[in-house]
């Protein structure tokens, strides 16, 4: 068993890769990392801001209709 674990963390480890990124292909990895978690942020905030204005725009119309009903003196 801690042969295998041994072997795996082995095999998982990185060599030393003698390559280059240049400053263009890291910048644009670097733009297109940043607009993915944008995006994902902007959809999340979506799902969730638009159906709570919904609610409290509901809550908003209902809560004049309650009061008028309930005036002293109404049958």
Partial sequence: MVRIA???L?????????????PGAGITALGSLLALV???????????????KRLLRARR????A???TDTPGSP
């Fill in 6 to 8: 041994v072997l795996s």
């Fill in 10 to 22: 082995g095999l998982l480890t990185p060599a030393i890769a003698h390559a280059y990124i240049g």
């Fill in 38 to 52: 944008g995006a994902v942020l902007l959809a999340l905030v979506g799902l969730v801001w638009y159906p709570l």
């Fill in 61 to 64: 119309k209902a809560a004049p």
């Fill in 66 to 68: 309650a009061t008028d």
